[in-house]
């Protein structure tokens, strides 16, 4: 089964800018939709952006567009997001995931999660 770790998170201040990196266990990491979500303390985790597995499609989040972008390196096995302008509005722990079927966008879509990575920004 593909295992996926997230890793780039840290303490930024408002306007400065992260990579987030997601590194797949398994070759079949390349022939999925990947994914970024984002939970934050007393709230639901949310969709940020996703990305089909031919690269020809991506999806983001109104709050992130123009500000984020998800790309990936099928042949290391790794997804990133980089993270642009942040505001304090996007602190949060973000999760990479690896979708099964159904809505790019909807949680629920996704059947393999990474361990989380800590985004704080600071105003």
């Known amino acids: 089964q593909v295992q996926l770790v997230e890793s780039g998170g840290g303490l930024v201040q408002s306007g400065g800018s992260l990579r987030l990196s997601c590194a797949g266990s398994?070759?079949?990491?390349?022939?999925?939709?990947m994914g970024w979500f984002r939970q934050a303390p007393g709230k639901e985790r949310e969709f940020v952006a996703a990305r089909s597995w031919s690269g020809y499609s991506t999806y983001y989040a109104d709050s992130v567009k123009g500000r984020f972008t998800i790309s990936r390196d099928n042949a290391k096995n790794t997804m990133y997001l980089q993270m642009n302008s942040l505001k304090p509005e996007d602190t949060a722990v973000y999760y990479c995931?690896?979708?099964?079927?159904?809505?790019?966008?909807?949680?629920?879509?996704?059947?393999?999660w990474g361990q989380g990575t800590q985004v704080t920004v600071s105003s």
């Open positions: 398994d070759r079949t990491f390349t022939s999925v939709g």
């Open positions: 995931a690896a979708r099964a079927s159904g809505s790019y966008y909807s949680p629920l879509s996704y059947d393999i």
